[in-house]
Protein backbone atom coordinates (compact mmCIF):
# COMPACT_ATOMS: atom_id res chain seq x y z
CA UNK A 1 0.00 0.00 0.00
CA UNK A 2 2.77 2.33 1.03
CA UNK A 3 4.19 1.64 -2.60
CA UNK A 4 1.45 2.54 -4.31
CA UNK A 5 0.72 5.43 -2.68
CA UNK A 6 4.57 6.95 -2.95
CA UNK A 7 3.88 6.16 -6.76
CA UNK A 8 0.48 7.93 -6.88
CA UNK A 9 1.78 10.89 -5.06
CA UNK A 10 5.03 11.16 -8.11
CA UNK A 11 2.12 10.48 -10.53
CA UNK A 12 -0.05 13.38 -9.24
CA UNK A 13 2.64 15.83 -10.43
CA UNK A 14 2.45 15.26 -13.82
CA UNK A 15 -2.05 15.59 -13.35
CA UNK A 16 -4.02 18.54 -14.58
CA UNK A 17 -7.05 18.33 -17.20
CA UNK A 18 -9.37 15.86 -18.71
CA UNK A 19 -7.70 15.80 -22.07
CA UNK A 20 -4.46 14.03 -23.84
CA UNK A 21 -3.26 17.96 -24.20
CA UNK A 22 -2.17 18.49 -20.27
CA UNK A 23 -2.48 21.91 -19.06
CA UNK A 24 1.55 23.47 -19.11
CA UNK A 25 2.32 20.65 -21.67
CA UNK A 26 3.68 20.84 -25.35
CA UNK A 27 2.62 18.61 -27.74
CA UNK A 28 5.38 17.65 -30.08
CA UNK A 29 5.05 17.32 -33.76
CA UNK A 30 3.19 13.93 -34.62
CA UNK A 31 5.39 11.25 -34.20
CA UNK A 32 5.20 7.84 -35.85
CA UNK A 33 4.53 5.27 -33.59
CA UNK A 34 8.27 3.95 -34.19
CA UNK A 35 9.31 6.90 -32.50
CA UNK A 36 8.14 5.54 -29.42
CA UNK A 37 9.79 2.27 -29.55
CA UNK A 38 11.52 1.19 -26.14
CA UNK A 39 10.18 0.91 -22.27
CA UNK A 40 7.90 3.48 -20.33
CA UNK A 41 6.92 3.86 -17.01
CA UNK A 42 3.67 4.59 -16.36
CA UNK A 43 3.38 8.06 -14.31
CA UNK A 44 -0.48 8.83 -14.71
CA UNK A 45 -3.91 7.26 -15.38
CA UNK A 46 -6.94 9.65 -15.63
CA UNK A 47 -9.95 8.58 -16.25
CA UNK A 48 -13.23 11.24 -16.25
CA UNK A 49 -10.94 13.94 -15.11
CA UNK A 50 -9.86 11.42 -12.07
CA UNK A 51 -6.55 10.47 -11.60
CA UNK A 52 -6.34 6.50 -10.74
CA UNK A 53 -4.84 5.11 -7.96
CA UNK A 54 -1.25 2.95 -9.82
CA UNK A 55 0.63 -0.04 -9.18
CA UNK A 56 3.90 -0.66 -10.55
CA UNK A 57 3.18 -0.75 -13.98
CA UNK A 58 4.92 0.01 -17.65
CA UNK A 59 4.93 -0.64 -21.45
CA UNK A 60 7.39 -2.21 -23.88
CA UNK A 61 7.04 -0.81 -27.33
CA UNK A 62 8.86 -2.73 -29.98
CA UNK A 63 8.85 -2.22 -34.10
CA UNK A 64 7.65 -5.04 -36.42
CA UNK A 65 7.60 -3.36 -39.10
CA UNK A 66 4.77 -2.34 -41.87
CA UNK A 67 3.06 -0.48 -39.29
CA UNK A 68 2.70 -3.09 -36.71
CA UNK A 69 4.18 -3.28 -32.70
CA UNK A 70 4.51 -5.98 -30.08
CA UNK A 71 3.15 -4.19 -26.54
CA UNK A 72 4.10 -5.65 -23.65
CA UNK A 73 4.18 -4.85 -20.01
CA UNK A 74 3.67 -4.95 -16.34
CA UNK A 75 0.79 -4.55 -14.47
CA UNK A 76 1.85 -4.43 -11.12
CA UNK A 77 1.55 -8.36 -10.31
CA UNK A 78 0.81 -9.67 -13.99
CA UNK A 79 2.49 -9.08 -17.14
CA UNK A 80 0.69 -8.51 -20.50
CA UNK A 81 1.20 -9.27 -23.85
CA UNK A 82 -0.24 -8.10 -27.49
CA UNK A 83 -0.24 -6.33 -30.63
CA UNK A 84 -0.84 -3.28 -32.33
CA UNK A 85 -0.90 -1.36 -35.41
CA UNK A 86 -0.48 2.28 -36.21
CA UNK A 87 -0.52 3.49 -39.91
CA UNK A 88 -1.02 7.12 -39.07
CA UNK A 89 0.94 9.05 -37.08
CA UNK A 90 -1.61 9.39 -34.04
CA UNK A 91 -3.70 6.66 -34.30
CA UNK A 92 -2.98 3.66 -33.15
CA UNK A 93 -5.54 0.19 -32.76
CA UNK A 94 -3.99 -1.94 -29.61
CA UNK A 95 -4.71 -5.66 -28.52
CA UNK A 96 -6.25 -7.59 -27.67
CA UNK A 97 -4.27 -8.75 -24.75
CA UNK A 98 -3.36 -11.89 -23.43
CA UNK A 99 -1.91 -11.59 -19.75
CA UNK A 100 -0.33 -13.81 -16.92
CA UNK A 101 -2.42 -14.86 -14.05
CA UNK A 102 -1.07 -13.93 -11.31
CA UNK A 103 -2.84 -12.97 -7.76
CA UNK A 104 -2.04 -9.85 -5.49
CA UNK A 105 -3.70 -7.49 -3.14
CA UNK A 106 -7.07 -6.49 -3.80
CA UNK A 107 -6.11 -2.92 -4.61
CA UNK A 108 -3.64 -3.93 -7.32
CA UNK A 109 -5.79 -6.52 -8.90
CA UNK A 110 -8.79 -3.23 -9.38
CA UNK A 111 -6.18 -1.70 -11.11
CA UNK A 112 -5.53 -4.18 -12.97
CA UNK A 113 -8.78 -4.78 -14.51
CA UNK A 114 -9.31 -1.14 -15.04
CA UNK A 115 -5.76 -0.69 -16.56
CA UNK A 116 -5.96 -4.14 -18.84
CA UNK A 117 -9.59 -2.44 -20.09
CA UNK A 118 -7.76 0.94 -20.85
CA UNK A 119 -5.34 -0.89 -22.91
CA UNK A 120 -7.71 -3.14 -25.20
CA UNK A 121 -9.27 0.27 -26.27
CA UNK A 122 -6.93 2.98 -26.74
CA UNK A 123 -7.23 4.29 -30.24
CA UNK A 124 -4.57 7.58 -30.41
CA UNK A 125 -1.05 8.52 -28.48
CA UNK A 126 0.95 11.82 -29.13
CA UNK A 127 4.33 12.60 -27.81
CA UNK A 128 4.92 15.46 -24.92
CA UNK A 129 6.83 17.72 -23.03
CA UNK A 130 5.60 19.37 -19.92
CA UNK A 131 6.74 22.73 -19.36
CA UNK A 132 10.07 23.25 -17.46
CA UNK A 133 10.61 19.46 -18.32
CA UNK A 134 13.21 18.75 -21.12
CA UNK A 135 12.15 14.75 -21.39
CA UNK A 136 9.51 13.63 -23.26
CA UNK A 137 6.26 11.68 -22.06
CA UNK A 138 3.94 9.14 -24.27
CA UNK A 139 0.75 10.02 -23.83
CA UNK A 140 -2.26 6.97 -24.99
CA UNK A 141 -5.74 7.52 -25.03
CA UNK A 142 -8.63 5.43 -24.75
CA UNK A 143 -11.43 7.83 -25.99
CA UNK A 144 -14.55 5.08 -24.82
CA UNK A 145 -13.44 5.12 -21.77
CA UNK A 146 -12.87 8.88 -21.49
CA UNK A 147 -9.36 7.78 -20.04
CA UNK A 148 -5.44 8.05 -20.98
CA UNK A 149 -2.34 7.44 -19.43
CA UNK A 150 0.87 8.81 -19.63
CA UNK A 151 3.90 7.19 -19.70
CA UNK A 152 7.90 8.88 -18.92
CA UNK A 153 10.64 6.77 -20.89
CA UNK A 154 12.90 4.21 -19.15
CA UNK A 155 16.06 3.93 -19.50
CA UNK A 156 19.22 2.09 -18.62
CA UNK A 157 21.55 4.88 -18.75
CA UNK A 158 22.03 7.67 -16.20
CA UNK A 159 20.85 5.69 -13.25
CA UNK A 160 22.74 3.51 -10.24
CA UNK A 161 21.80 0.14 -10.75
CA UNK A 162 22.49 -1.84 -7.69
CA UNK A 163 23.29 -5.59 -7.71
CA UNK A 164 20.38 -7.69 -6.69
CA UNK A 165 20.68 -11.30 -8.07
CA UNK A 166 23.41 -13.14 -10.05
CA UNK A 167 23.54 -16.60 -12.51
CA UNK A 168 26.12 -18.85 -10.53
CA UNK A 169 25.98 -21.27 -13.73
CA UNK A 170 22.83 -23.13 -12.83
CA UNK A 171 20.68 -20.70 -11.31
CA UNK A 172 19.76 -17.18 -10.35
CA UNK A 173 19.94 -16.39 -6.60
CA UNK A 174 19.56 -13.29 -5.22
CA UNK A 175 22.16 -11.29 -2.79
CA UNK A 176 22.78 -8.69 -0.95
CA UNK A 177 25.73 -6.93 -2.45
CA UNK A 178 27.34 -3.83 -3.02
CA UNK A 179 28.00 -3.57 -6.42
CA UNK A 180 26.85 -1.02 -8.37
CA UNK A 181 26.51 0.02 -12.12
CA UNK A 182 26.07 3.61 -13.84
CA UNK A 183 25.83 3.41 -17.77
CA UNK A 184 26.45 6.30 -20.38
CA UNK A 185 26.67 5.84 -24.10
CA UNK A 186 29.57 3.86 -24.58
CA UNK A 187 31.02 3.41 -21.20
CA UNK A 188 30.14 1.43 -17.80
CA UNK A 189 31.31 2.26 -14.54
CA UNK A 190 30.69 -1.00 -12.51
CA UNK A 191 31.82 -1.32 -8.75
CA UNK A 192 31.92 -5.07 -7.87
CA UNK A 193 31.81 -4.17 -4.07
CA UNK A 194 35.29 -4.47 -4.07
CA UNK A 195 37.16 -3.26 -7.29
CA UNK A 196 36.18 -0.34 -9.64
CA UNK A 197 35.61 -1.45 -13.85
CA UNK A 198 35.63 0.98 -16.87
CA UNK A 199 34.18 -1.03 -19.12
CA UNK A 200 32.90 -0.30 -22.97
CA UNK A 201 29.82 -0.77 -23.73
CA UNK A 202 27.10 -0.60 -26.84
CA UNK A 203 23.38 -0.04 -26.35
CA UNK A 204 20.55 -0.23 -29.02
CA UNK A 205 17.48 0.88 -26.84
CA UNK A 206 15.53 0.03 -29.96
CA UNK A 207 16.19 -3.62 -30.25
CA UNK A 208 17.11 -3.86 -26.12
CA UNK A 209 20.13 -4.84 -27.09
CA UNK A 210 23.57 -4.51 -24.68
CA UNK A 211 27.48 -5.63 -25.02
CA UNK A 212 29.80 -4.96 -22.74
CA UNK A 213 34.03 -4.89 -23.60
CA UNK A 214 37.18 -5.19 -21.57
CA UNK A 215 38.27 -2.24 -19.91
CA UNK A 216 41.03 -1.17 -16.81
CA UNK A 217 40.00 -1.98 -13.49
CA UNK A 218 41.54 -1.88 -9.97
CA UNK A 219 43.10 -5.10 -8.25
CA UNK A 220 42.18 -4.96 -4.71
CA UNK A 221 41.68 -8.37 -2.46
CA UNK A 222 38.44 -8.97 -0.51
CA UNK A 223 36.75 -11.80 1.05
CA UNK A 224 36.13 -15.13 -0.59
CA UNK A 225 33.03 -14.33 -1.11
CA UNK A 226 33.10 -10.83 -2.63
CA UNK A 227 35.87 -11.84 -4.88
CA UNK A 228 33.91 -15.13 -5.95
CA UNK A 229 30.62 -12.27 -6.52
CA UNK A 230 33.13 -10.13 -8.14
CA UNK A 231 34.40 -12.84 -10.74
CA UNK A 232 30.87 -13.94 -11.47
CA UNK A 233 29.51 -10.87 -12.32
CA UNK A 234 32.70 -9.68 -14.67
CA UNK A 235 31.94 -13.37 -16.68
CA UNK A 236 27.98 -12.75 -16.55
CA UNK A 237 28.64 -9.13 -17.77
CA UNK A 238 30.55 -10.08 -20.66
CA UNK A 239 28.72 -12.70 -21.87
CA UNK A 240 25.21 -10.35 -21.80
CA UNK A 241 23.56 -9.36 -25.23
CA UNK A 242 20.57 -7.86 -24.09
CA UNK A 243 18.61 -6.73 -21.50
CA UNK A 244 14.79 -5.47 -19.90
CA UNK A 245 13.34 -2.90 -18.36
CA UNK A 246 10.16 -3.68 -15.76
CA UNK A 247 9.75 -0.47 -13.14
CA UNK A 248 13.18 -0.40 -11.58
CA UNK A 249 14.34 -3.66 -12.56
CA UNK A 250 17.38 -3.97 -14.76
CA UNK A 251 17.54 -7.95 -15.73
CA UNK A 252 20.51 -8.57 -18.12
CA UNK A 253 20.19 -11.81 -20.96
CA UNK A 254 22.44 -14.31 -22.58
CA UNK A 255 19.65 -15.16 -25.11
CA UNK A 256 17.35 -16.96 -23.14
CA UNK A 257 19.20 -17.11 -19.86
CA UNK A 258 18.71 -14.76 -17.46
CA UNK A 259 22.92 -13.52 -16.04
CA UNK A 260 22.10 -10.29 -13.21
CA UNK A 261 19.81 -8.49 -12.10
CA UNK A 262 19.76 -5.37 -10.89
CA UNK A 263 17.51 -2.48 -9.23
CA UNK A 264 17.26 0.89 -9.71
CA UNK A 265 18.51 3.43 -6.64
CA UNK A 266 18.75 7.04 -8.04
CA UNK A 267 19.15 9.24 -10.40
CA UNK A 268 23.19 9.78 -11.06
CA UNK A 269 21.96 13.83 -12.67
Known amino acids: MKKVLLILAAALVFASCNSTKVEGGKMEKNQKLSY ?7 VLLMKDGVAQTLANADLTIADKGGGNFDMSGFMGANRFMGGASSKVAGQIKAGPFASTRRGASQEIMEFETLF ?26 NS ?44 ASVFTGIN ?3 LGVK ?27 ESLLMQ ?12 GSLSLYDGETLLLEFERQDWVR
Not at 36 to 42: D, K
Not at 146 to 174: C, Q
Request: proline share 1%; aromatic share 10%; hydrophobic share 35%.
Open 203 to 229: VDEGKSQIAFSDGPMTRAAGSEEDMRT
Open 116 to 141: SQFLNGIDSYSVEKLDGHAFETLVLK
Open 36 to 42: CIGNWQL
Open 144 to 187: AMNAYARFSKNSIFDTLWKLNAINEGNAVTSLSSSATMTLEKNS
Open 196 to 198: QAN
Open 236 to 247: NLFKTNHYSLSG
